[in-house]
């Protein structure tokens, strides 16, 4: 649609998102910007309707962008801005059917998730939110021997899934603090390993072999589940797991079994299945296991450069540029 005709282009923004984000938006004068300004999801229905005419959507990892959602944006749809580096909400089949482009954020958010991911690990390993309860409760009694005793990295072998930006970024976090081996498994061995002398290895030998085990690799559906039954039965009984990636790569169930049978020592997840999780749900009752509210990229800096980088990846779809970060569907 031509600017000359003052004709702006509909944008429809489903969250709101750091001031850095819509300013660059709002100040370009190619689109008529409307925002569900609350910082809570928008209800499908109103997602629906937002979206109508729609020239460009910039939505959220927990906004399903589905065939419904593309056929109530309508043939005007140009571009979709995700404000995450991950795209499984994404119908990613359906929008490359529909000559939509797909913007992301990738390695902005590096740094900061592979930072919680190491700080999820300490905290799980030496049971810092059991020893902080004690101490808020009065069960810290004494300096004892054999009290809140956990784990530690030094001579370590740590084995990460899905040795991806993240997941380089956690081993080059995690080597320093002594970690003896570094195994990693994925679809392909990676050059950049050797960084971190990492060794490619069949999944079952990082499971075997390994005493932290961190998933970092993207939801797919090879990677849906994969974290089950039989996987957890081959970790060590002292072995503590780690997901920073996507909740639906475990199952839950599974995961309860081995954390409150003994099977594996500990498990730290920043993100689960359903997100949030329900306040009954029966890992929450486990003391070995730490939940975070899927915090890995939330350092004010970081998300407002994601919200720039969406809104110029928005814009750039919208104006048929390249973008800063274009997905390659
Ligand atoms: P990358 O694409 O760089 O890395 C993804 C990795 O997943 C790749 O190394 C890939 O390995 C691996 N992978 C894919 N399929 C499989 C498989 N079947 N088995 C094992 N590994 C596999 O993405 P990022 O590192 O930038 O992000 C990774 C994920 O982290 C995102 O998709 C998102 O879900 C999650 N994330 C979570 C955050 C949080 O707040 N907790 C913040 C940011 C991201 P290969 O190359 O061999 O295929
Ligand atoms: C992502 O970007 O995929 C994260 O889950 C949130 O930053």
């Known amino acids: 649609m031509m600017q000359g005709a003052r004709q702006l282009m509909k944008v429809y923004v489903t969250r709101r998102i750091p001031q850095e984000g819509m300013k660059i938006l709002t100040e370009a004068g190619v689109c008529k910007v409307s925002v569900w300004d609350s910082d809570e999801p928008v209800p499908r229905a109103e997602l ?84 902080i309860d004690e101490v808020k409760s009065g069960g810290w009694s004494s300096w004892k021997p054999l009290w809140l005793c956990g784990y530690g990295l030094s001579g370590s072998t740590v084995g990460v899934i899905g040795l991806g930006r993240i997941g380089l970024a956690i081993a080059r976090r995690l080597k320093p603090f002594g970690v003896k081996r570094l195994l990693y498994s994925g679809r392909s061995a990676k050059p950049q390993a050797s960084e971190v002398e990492g060794e490619y290895v069949p999944l079952d030998t990082l499971l075997t072999e390994s005493d932290f085990i961190v998933v970092s690799c993207s939801l797919t559906p090879e990677t849906q589940g994969l974290c089950n039954k039989e996987f957890f039965s081959k970790m060590k009984n002292t072995a503590v797991f780690i997901n920073s990636s996507r909740g639906s790569v475990v199952n839950q169930e599974d995961l309860y079994e081995a954390l409150s049978s003994g099977q594996i ?14 306040t009954d749900h029966p890992l929450l009752t486990l003391k070995n296991c730490v939940i975070l509210p899927h915090i890995g990229s939330a350092t004010y800096s970081t998300r407002g450069i994601m919200a720039e980088l969406s809104a110029n990846n928005l814009l750039a779809g919208l104006g048929g540029a390249a973008m800063p970060s274009e997905l390659a569907l």
Not at 87 to 113: C, M, Q, S, W
Not at 265 to 278: I, K
């Open 48 to 131: 629906l309707k937002g979206v109508a005419g729609a020239h460009g959507l910039l939505c959220l990892l927990s906004d399903r962008i589905d065939t419904e959602v593309l056929d109530a944006a309508g043939p005007n749809l140009k571009v979709i801005s995700t404000l995450s580096v991950g795209f499984d909400h994404l119908a990613i089949n359906e929008i490359k059917k529909r000559g939509v482009r797909v913007g992301y954020t990738p390695d902005v958010l590096t740094d900061a998730t592979a930072e919680l991911t190491v700080a999820l690990l300490l905290a799980t390993a030496r049971r810092l939110p059991e020893g």
């Open 265 to 278: 020592a500990a498990a730290g997840l920043d993100v689960t299945t359903p997100e949030p999780l329900p």
